[in-house]
């Protein structure tokens, strides 16, 4: 019998493509993406094309586990679901009893972006519990925090309508790679006569296909910003009468950019006057001009300053008047009104308790001084042992035999290596969810095409085992999943859309909102109480930060001091056919990948005699992980990179993250993957270096 399954991609990342399964005989045998979807249009990327490989691969867990060997040696033994929950549920009684809920940290992050798998029981259970509650910062932490102090919830204009724009900035975001469907729009302005440029430390594949190329130092965008809205002040070219209209506090910040101009931002940002003088002629020109805010330039010390400056660059040429004009950092505001929060349900107790951030997590797992000590974690949706900054530490931790951890995972990462008990989750192909969108302004129905691989169980269904053996009956956290799709779209907004659970059955797929081909913020419209763009923020001033958007320099790229010992900036920017650490483990995916690699300028290289294809170490105080070397023609003198995210354990115990590390940006509590100072030496001189 042959049959198609409408779905959704659930990966982290902006498309949330719509995607439908042919399933024959019970078995998935072809995926592709939907051609009626506005977004997705009928493509899936490179690496979703073969998700059915990872569904089927033979290294999908498919049975619980126990550890039999010692932590992190990977030695398990089969055991039944019983036994499995029974043990995890002793595991957190014992140590509420013993240490109280608070050493009890759950943590999960976003495998799955799916509301119901990734977003509800789980999180219900442990804050009912009292458990620590988990600051998810890893990703957008000061992003966000910007962008809730500048419009209280992410907005902006529709990445659709990309296509009306004249003058189109992609600004620290590899679209090629991790928002693929997004090009189709700016290409289509491009063949229409549209301007694009990329400001980029790195000469991506984004990069080469635009028009310009602004290869910045990297975490100087915030002077950028500054520099060119100088220029604007300057060449009388603000919109003023938006400005009173449409946002707060623009005179403070006009007074400051008296100080900034095209000469200063060239100077801090390593670029040459005229180029920064040719972008600021252009803005000054061009309406509609469209920014794209990646997350990439957020992954440094000063992130928040500058993603505060960027959207208001955006807003203050009264772009925003114009179909196609003004800035877009992310879309998950325009689901505010549709949708609600799964996690914390009316009439379910859940004590206050404090909070670890997740970045933070080596530091949490190993630091004496905290207390109650983490005795226990639940880890569901993520693999923070190959991608959270200062794994030696972070491994050290997660190896403590006074730890207990159970792990919910797919197959046997490097998080699940330390495992106590291993919980087989089922995949996308195999449970309900219901996905919102940080890229687009569709929400989607994912329906289970096949059964469960195995002996599988949704993570929901695990947390209702747990709750239950945990004596634990509240109808909250027994909800079932199509209970818990209900929820997440009982809003007056939906009904009045026609978005139920049945229509999204029906077509897969629903549009939130009428904006498309609109000004959304023609008058204003943002999601702050007074509908005006935030640009001074005085309650910033109360946490230490600059009320007045401004420039911050980074950490370890702007510290000279280090730069003696550590040279080289290192960015670890997205990889094409990983998604984070997901698929590092299958063949297919790895073999387009290729093996771990740093990217170096000719002279870098030089320098240290280090030839294209040589293994070398990529080292600094923290760690270090062996890589093989290759020179980019393009690459800024400097600067280098490595791609996130392969699994530690298949490449000599450690990755990129072995050099990342735990600090805090100045909003958000974000941790700066990019503002990592490092070396690069050839392994044949660590050899002879380290001989006796
Ligand atoms: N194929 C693929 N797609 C993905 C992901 C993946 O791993 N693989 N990850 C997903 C996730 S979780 C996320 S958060 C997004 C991330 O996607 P992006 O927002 O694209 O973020 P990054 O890949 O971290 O960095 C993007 C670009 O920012 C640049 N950058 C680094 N530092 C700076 C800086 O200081 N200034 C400027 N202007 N640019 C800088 C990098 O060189 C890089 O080219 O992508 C999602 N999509
Ligand atoms: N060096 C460096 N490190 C980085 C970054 C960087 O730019 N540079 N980027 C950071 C960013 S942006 C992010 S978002 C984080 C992300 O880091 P992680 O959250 O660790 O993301 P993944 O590595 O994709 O791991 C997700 C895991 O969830 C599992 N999973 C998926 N769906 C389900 C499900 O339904 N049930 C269960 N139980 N498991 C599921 C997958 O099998 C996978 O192992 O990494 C960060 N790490
Ligand atoms: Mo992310």
């Known amino acids: 019998m042959k049959r198609t399954v409408n779905g959704a991609c659930p990966l982290d990342c902006p498309d949330t493509c719509a995607w439908q399964i042919e399933v024959e005989d019970g078995r998935a045998v072809r995926m592709r993406g939907r051609k009626d979807h506005p977004y997705t249009r009928g493509s899936l990327c490179g690496k979703v094309n073969r998700y059915l490989d990872a569904v089927y691969a033979p290294d999908r867990l498919t049975a619980p586990q126990r550890r039999v060997g010692e932590k992190g040696e990977g030695r398990f033994q089969q055991i039944d679901w019983d036994e499995a929950i029974g043990l995890t549920a002793t595991a957190l009684q014992g140590t509420i009893d013993r240490h109280g809920p608070e050493a009890i ?14 977003w509800s029981l789980g999180q219900r259970l442990f804050k009912h519990l009292g458990a620590t509650r988990l600051g998810t910062t890893i990703c957008t932490g000061a992003a966000t925090a910007a962008l809730n102090a500048t419009m209280r919830r992410p907005v902006g204009l529709d990445p659709e309508d990309f296509a009306h724009s004249r003058l189109i900035l992609i600004w620290g975001a590899n679209l090629l790679s991790s928002n693929m469907h997004q090009w189709h729009f700016i290409h289509a302005a491009q063949q229409a006569g549209a301007h694009v440029v990329a400001i980029d430390p790195l000469p991506t594949d984004t990069a080469h ?3 310009d190329h602004l290869q910045l130092l990297p975490g100087t965008d915030g002077a950028l910003a500054m520099g060119l809205m100088g220029e604007l002040v300057a060449a009388g070219a603000t919109d003023e009468e938006w400005l009173a209209e449409c946002a707060e506090g623009w005179p403070e910040l006009r007074a400051r950019l008296a100080d900034w101009d095209a000469a200063r931002a060239a100077r801090i940002c390593g670029l040459d006057v005229l180029e920064v003088q040719a972008l600021a002629n252009r803005i000054i020109t061009t309406r509609p ?10 992954r440094h010390g000063g992130a928040g300053a500058a993603y505060r400056a960027i959207v208001v660059l955006g807003a203050v040429t009264g772009d925003f008047r114009h179909v196609g004009g003004g800035v877009l950092p992310e879309t998950a505001g325009r689901f505010d009104d549709v949708t609600i929060d799964l996690e914390e349900p009316a009439g379910l107790l859940l004590p206050a308790a404090r909070t670890i951030n997740m970045s933070r997590l080596a530091e949490a797992l190993t630091d004496p001084a905290l207390d109650p000590a983490v005795r226990a974690m639940v880890v569901w949706n993520t693999n923070p042992a190959a991608t959270v900054p200062d794994q030696v530490r972070a491994h050290r931790g997660l190896r403590r035999d006074d730890l207990h951890l159970t792990v919910l995972e797919h197959r046997l990462t490097d998080t699940a290596m330390f495992a106590d008990v291993v919980l087989p989750a089922t995949m996308q192909t195999e449970h309900l969810d219901i996905h919102p969108s940080y890229g687009h302004h569709y929400l989607t129905l994912n329906l289970p095409a096949i059964e469960p691989i195995g002996e599988c169980l949704p993570n929901t269904e695990i947390f209702r085992r747990l709750a239950t053996a945990l004596g634990l009956d509240h109808p909250r956290l027994h909800d079932t999943d199509e209970e818990l799709v209900r929820q997440f779209i009982d809003t007056a907004e939906a009904r009045e859309r026609g978005i139920t659970f049945e229509s999204l059955s029906e077509t897969g797929y629903a549009r939130v909102d009428d904006l498309r081909g609109t000004a959304p913020h023609a008058h204003g419209g943002f999601p702050t109480p007074d509908g005006k763009l935030h640009i001074t923020v005085p309650s910033l001033a109360a946490e230490g930060l600059d009320p007045i958007p401004g420039y911050t320099p980074s950490f370890e790229g702007g510290d000279h001091e280090l730069a003696k010992r550590f040279p080289l900036i290192l960015i670890s920017p997205a990889q094409r056919f990983f998604l984070n650490s997901t698929f590092a483990d299958l063949p297919g995916h790895l073999k387009m990948t290729g093996e771990p690699t740093v990217f170096l300028n000719a002279e870098d290289a ?15 105080d923290r760690g270090a992980f062996p890589c093989v070397a290759a020179i980019h023609p393009l ?10 995210v392969y699994w530690a354990k298949d490449t000599g115990g450690l990755n990129v993250n072995a050099t990342t590390p735990v600090r ?3 909003m958000g509590g974000s941790p700066t993957f990019h503002d990592n100072r490092v070396d690069v030496r050839s392994l044949e001189a660590v050899a002879t270096s380290e001989r006796p």
């Open 664 to 666: 805090d940006a100045d």
């Open 105 to 118: 940290l759950p943590y999960y992050y976003a495998g799955t972006l799916g509301a119901v798998q990734g």
């Open 635 to 644: 690459a800024r003198r400097g600067v280098a990179w490595s791609y996130k």
């Open 289 to 298: 001009t469209a920014i794209r805010m990646g997350l990439g330039l957020q």
């Open 606 to 620: 030089a320098e240290r005699s280090i030839e294209p294809g040589d293994a070398v170490e990529v080292a600094n």
């Open 209 to 211: 296909r635009c028009d």
